[in-house]
């Protein structure tokens, strides 16, 4: 079983910064990619961004720019920094690790709340 904890949600105002991070343990194996997602009340659950292991990353429109997603493969961790938060970024995230083709683990979600 693979376990994901992550860290660094919080109350920010809008304009400031928060750095989330996503550690992964347990019986890991062939690591497609990581990354995040959010929900927020109401709305279905969205990308924000993926990095593969070898690197290669993808960010919603809605945050390129001003979030960047990295990876230190060598702890099975994934970071997400978020600049220039915006109250519409308000949500739970939640990261995601994808092995092989389909298994798809996630973890428990952390709450990001910006007030404008």
């Known amino acids: 079983q693979v376990q994901l904890v992550e860290r660094g949600g919080g109350l920010v105002q809008a304009g400031g910064s928060l750095r989330l991070s996503c550690a992964a343990s347990?019986?890991?194996?062939?690591?497609?990619?990581m990354g995040w997602y959010r929900q927020a009340p109401g709305k279905q659950r969205e990308l924000v961004a993926v990095?593969?292991?070898?690197?290669?990353?993808d960010y919603a429109d809605s945050v390129k720019g001003r979030f960047t997603i990295s990876r230190d493969n060598a702890k099975n961790t994934v970071y997400l920094q978020m600049n220039s938060l915006k109250p519409e970024d308000t949500a739970v995230y939640y990261c995601?690790?994808?092995?092989?083709?389909?298994?798809?683990?996630w973890g428990q979600g952390t709450q990001v709340t910006v007030s404008s």
């Open positions: 347990g019986s890991i194996f062939s690591i497609n990619y």
């Open positions: 990095i593969t292991t070898g690197g290669n990353t």
């Open positions: 995601k690790l994808r092995s092989g083709v389909r298994t798809d683990y």
